[in-house]
């Protein structure tokens, strides 16, 4: 089965721009994977945030957005607040009905 | 707006089978849509189980494929988890979730989650 990477942690500073990455451990992550971002903060159910590569769900600010970069899936939020301070889960399709996460990435905002 | 909630057994006994229900409110199941599970080790990350379609076709984790069954009950709007042969390493909350499948792929919808123990 796929394995789908992401950094396990990074920082940035509040006000700041930062870039999380989604990867595929052979091959390339491309819009056909339809990937997804969803946010968790500990002891809550995830939310999705992004979805179809780059398309935001309802109620989510455009200070996140979704691109592919390279071979990855990119989650950037430009201008970060320290309510971004969680975890940030990828999801990619890989067909036949099989949905795949990520390992995860913890984003702090400090 | 469609709301989910797990609810099932928070203690099963290892080798024995884990059972959950998910009871949907706010959109009915067989109106569209897929639903399925997710499961979180305490501490770890997200893993996707399994999903299906009213009236249509379930997809499976292939490492789970085994040992898990679907169901669901359209009078009551809901539908149910089985995974068989549990051990500790099955010990997780378990979310329950609506699905879009393929083009647009996302869960759109999650419920609180609930948390079973597997014990020996």
């Known amino acids: 089965q796929a394995v789908v990477t992401q950094e396990p942690s990074v920082s940035v500073s509040p006000g700041g721009t930062v870039t999380l990455t989604c990867g595929l451990s052979?091959?390339?992550?491309?819009?056909?994977?339809?990937p997804s971002w969803c946010q968790q903060t500990p002891g809550q159910a995830p939310r999705t945030l992004i979805y179809?590569?780059?398309t935001r769900s309802s109620g989510v600010p455009d200070r996140f957005s979704g691109s592919i970069l390279g071979n990855t899936a990119a989650l950037t939020i430009t201008g970060a607040l320290e309510d971004d301070d969680s975890y940030y889960y990828c999801?990619?399709?890989?067909?036949?009905?099989?949905?795949?996460f990520g390992g995860g990435t913890r984003l702090t905002v400090l | 707006q469609v709301k989910l909630q797990e609810s099932g057994p928070g203690l099963v006994k290892a080798s024995e089978t884990l059972s959950l229900t998910c009871v949907v409110s706010g959109y009915s199941i067989s109106r569209g849509y897929h639903w399925g599970w997710v499961r979180q080790p305490p501490g770890k990350g997200l893993e996707w189980i399994v999903s299906f379609y009213h009236s249509g076709g379930t997809y499976y984790n292939p490492s789970l494929k085994s040992r898990v069954t679907v169901s669901e009950d359209t009078s009551k709007n809901h539908f149910s988890l089985n995974l068989t042969s549990v051990t500790a390493a099955d010990t997780a909350v378990y979310f329950c979730?609506?699905?879009?499948?393929?083009?647009?792929?996302?869960?759109?919808?999650w419920g609180q989650g609930a948390l079973v123990s597997v014990s020996s």
């Open positions: 179809n590569t780059n």
């Open positions: 999801v990619l399709y890989m067909g036949s009905g099989i949905s795949v």
């Open positions: 052979s091959g390339s992550v491309s819009t056909t994977n339809y």
């Open positions: 979730v609506r699905q879009r499948v393929g083009s647009g792929n996302r869960f759109d919808s």
